[in-house]
């Protein structure tokens, strides 16, 4: 039986891990391997079916053979940065890499967001040397550029199931946020931006979602994002705004918490029974606040000429380019 299409894992790494599978499995393996190949520069080395005519065999020559032998295994990581020191994710490396001992033809594909191969990789310490060249790193924006290189690629024959599996799949590695290096999200503001003035804190609807890895938090508003780029603290997806509720963060030593709930039904700015997402920031003139020199002026226009937001939901970007000097949304 197929893997289902719809992953059912709600953990981030087995659910992406679980997709791209269930792609995989719905394609043609000469595809799957042209990718891999394209997306770790491993060439013709990886082999999957091969196809031979006038097979020299002992005292015979059969006409034809297909033969295949083979074994690809895959790791993957949807958080950056993993490999940088000793831990579980490369203990993990070491003890998958056993399998590979003893078949040449085995692969251990070690998937993360990471822009770059970590630097362990040059080394695989506790990893049986006759099998490091078979270990094997790649990112997501190394699998997806190597997608849609083939996709466009005016020769290339791909059917309409495989090329709409390979676009969701993309999609699915960039709305979570596996193909950038973003580590602040701005958000679009109305009474967002007060309420963070008062409160030093988020208050949005319940679950939602935002990418991880994220540090810091900026606000889009009236044409601007604010010169006021927060540190995140902790984000808390469902909170009920109750006056119980507050008490109980209390008594679990969430002070910070308590505080926002009971301050905000205090003001009348929520009802209290409802549910909301919270993200607990560095106040407005505190020292992990980033403070921009002024805030950035948006000039998106439309093909047509007229302006447009720069966001009317949340957007990602890098911290380094808020804080680079730059003036205008273009600039980032």
Known sequence: MPNPLFSTYRGGENRVTSSLMAVFERMDLALVQELLEAATGTGEELRTVTFENQVVNVGAVPDARISARFTWWFETK?????????GHDRHQVRVHARQLE?????????LTPDPAPPAWFDRLDGVNDAVRQQVVWLSFKDLADAIVGIMADPNRLIGEQTRFLLTELVALFEADGLLTNDDAVVVAARSAWQEYLDYSAYICQPDRTFREGISHFGFYYHGSIQSKVAKIHAYHPAVPFTRTEADRRRNRCEDGLADLIEQVLAAGARIEGDSHGVMLLSGPSDNDTVH??????NDTKTEAGKPWAWTLGQRYTRLDRLRSGVSRTSQL
């Open 102 to 110: 003893d078949d040449p033809h085995a692969r251990l594909f070690v």
């Open 78 to 86: 949807t958080a950056r940065g993993g490999y940088a020191t000793e």
């Open 292 to 297: 921009l020199d002024a805030p950035i002026v």
